[in-house]
């Protein structure tokens, strides 16, 4: 009630209904929900990328040959084990206090960052839609791989998409909340799981890393090894010969025992290096075998091996390779 006062002295009382003021945002408030925001988009993205690399895995497509990456699917895990968490707790917190202060619900910040959030899944969703109709109307080859790639960006757009349009309408019950919380926590579980169905544990991730640095580590010594026979037009007699202080070469030994690398010379331009590995290879990764004489100059991109004590006859061809003359 508000009261005033005539010329006359009359008094005059007008009764006035409270105008709500619009609730000012806190730099909490702001924070917490652009870090809530952040969270969410970097736990989809690793979601939609460790799926990926784990469909691209299960069903290689024509030219997915050497694009799956262990260390790609490594840092997806790392990142949801990480990040999702954080996002789960940041919206538990904003949902807690907007249950207590409901005008927490009107803020700014908040508004802009869930329509934002809309604008992005929908754009994702249209996007999805475009790419696999157009790989239709071309004609392509949809493999399952494309199809499973296809339907994980729908199922994940479609789901944060759901979420917040309810956000916005004020119409997302708790239990919708808590359901989707749930079915989001069992689904990246699932896929974390997947992924290190994938690459393996983290020791056997360890003892990849040593196969794959004992087969870096024969490239090395096998392309010193002809640049020697080029200048010498002979094979060394043992691996410290080729060892270079000029150019800083030096032999490297096995990364885990630090035992030498086998060699042996078993004609005039053929030699043999051997090493122990302690895990086959991926034989479906590997991309081409190695003959027991195979030229040097084949372009091999891996090498294939089996457990223990494996062995590579290596042949230099001079016409590839001459004789380099003072």
Not at 128 to 141: H, I, R, T, Y
Not at 142 to 171: N, P, Q, R, W
């Given at each position: ?270 030699f043999v290096l051997c090493a122990t590995f302690s895990l086959p290879s991926d034989e479906r990764r590997t991309a081409v075998s190695i003959s027991p004489k195979r030229e040097f100059g084949a372009a091999v ?26």
């Amino acid at each position: 009630m508000v009261k005033f006062w005539s010329d006359n002295g009359v008094v005059y009382y007008i009764h006035m209904e409270s105008v709500a003021q619009k609730p000012k945002t806190a730099p909490k408030d702001f924070f917490f929900h652009l870090g809530a925001i952040i969270a969410l988009y970097v736990s989809v993205w690793s979601i939609l990328a460790l799926l990926f690399e784990v469909i691209t895995y299960a069903f290689p497509g024509p030219f997915d040959e050497f694009s799956f990456s262990a260390a790609n699917i490594s840092w997806q895990v790392a990142s949801l084990i990480v990040i999702f968490p954080i996002y789960i707790v940041l919206s538990w917190m904003l949902l807690r206090a907007e249950t207590t202060t409901p005008e927490k619900r009107d803020l700014s910040v908040r508004k802009w960052l869930l329509y934002f959030t809309l604008f992005i899944a929908g754009g994702a969703i249209l996007a999805d839609l475009v790419v696999l109709l157009n790989a239709f109307l071309q004609g392509e080859e949809m493999t399952m791989g494309f199809v499973l790639k296809i339907c994980a960006v729908l199922i994940v757009a479609s789901a944060v998409f759901a979420y917040y349009i309810g956000e916005a309408k004020y119409d997302a019950s708790m239990k919708f909340k808590q359901y989707f919380a749930a079915g989001a926590a069992v689904f990246v579980i699932a896929s974390i799981i997947g992924g290190f169905m994938v690459v393996g544990s983290p020791s056997t991730q360890r003892v990849k890393r040593f196969d794959s640095t004992r087969v870096e580590h024969l490239q090395m010594i096998q392309s010193q090894i002809v640049a020697y026979w080029q200048h010498k037009q002979a094979l060394p007699q043992a691996l410290s010969e080729t060892g270079d202080p000029i150019s800083g070469f030096v032999v490297p030994v096995d990364p885990e025992t630090t035992e030498p690398y086998g060699y042996r010379i078993t004609g005039k331009e053929l030699f043999v290096l051997c090493a122990t590995f302690s895990l086959p290879s991926d034989e479906r990764r590997t991309a081409v075998s190695i003959s027991p004489k195979r030229e040097f100059g084949a372009a091999v991109e891996y090498w294939r091996h089996g457990a223990g004590e494996q062995c590579f006859d290596v042949a230099i061809d001079p016409k590839l390779y001459p004789p380099i003359k003072e």
